[in-house]
């Protein structure tokens, strides 16, 4: 099956800092990715879909200077929590999808980036 | 929009026994896509099972099916002869097949699965 890495893995940084998480598609290109927040024991929120080449997409409520999406290829989209703070402290998992093919109907899921801000 | 909900946080089964897990979703789309998600201790999240609302055939995997009943807007797991290695929390998901919204994911509450040996 198709593989999505996330790096790093888990990342622990003081508050005030910016942290990068990258998302990549290992052997597929990824025309869409979608970056969730996961708090413990509960469920996956959308947080953006984010489109090769164009800006990405917000859901309501998520501040979008304060989570910065790129999506610049086929393979790699990274989210940059900015100026963070303990509140920003949690589980974000990507996931891609080539949605150009409509037989592929399916998201692979990254390992997840656990995120600890002091 | 969809909405998808699970009634169940936790269920627990006796290892080799079945277990069915619940889910109801809402959507006013005709076409659309159901997901079941299994997410182990790792969080890692791993596809189980999907279901094509145009198809009228339950999907089976091996051990998993699913009871899809499309005018009661039910879609239920079956976990049949369950495994220690069931235990998970597990993630109804419902999915648009067109419009601007193609490609996201609606995601139930989860339901916690405990496999006793």
């Known amino acids: 099956g198709a593989v999505v890495s996330q790096h790093p893995s888990r990342v622990i940084c003081k508050s005030g800092t910016s942290v990068k998480i990258e998302c990549r598609s290992l052997d597929f290109q990824a025309t869409t990715m979608f970056w969730y927040r996961q708090f413990p024991k509960q469920s996956l929120m959308l947080m953006a879909t984010?489109?090769?080449?164009?800006?990405?997409?917000?859901e309501q409520g998520v501040e979008k200077d304060k989570f910065l999406i790129n999506h610049a290829s086929l393979t790699l989209s990274t989210l940059t929590v900015t100026s963070a703070h303990p509140e920003d402290s949690s589980f974000y998992i990507c996931s891609a999808a080539d949605l150009r093919d409509y037989t592929v109907e399916t998201q692979y899921f990254g390992p997840g980036t656990r995120l600890l801000v002091l | 929009a969809q909405t998808v909900t699970q009634s169940q946080p936790e269920m627990s089964v006796q290892e080799a026994e079945t277990v069915t897990l619940s889910c109801t979703y809402d959507t006013s789309e005709s076409d659309y896509y159901l997901f079941w998600y299994k997410q182990p201790p790792s969080r890692q999240m791993i596809l189980v099972i999907r279901q094509e609302a145009y198809k009228q055939q339950n999907a089976t995997e091996n051990r998993f099916s699913v009871n899809f009943q499309k005018a009661a807007k039910s879609f239920s797991l079956k976990i049949s002869d369950s495994q220690l290695g069931d235990a998970a929390m597990y993630f109804c998901a419902s999915r648009h097949a067109g419009g601007t919204s193609y490609g996201k994911l609606t995601f139930g509450q989860g339901t916690i699965l405990t496999v006793h040996p």
């Open positions: 984010s489109n090769e080449g164009s800006k990405a997409t917000y």
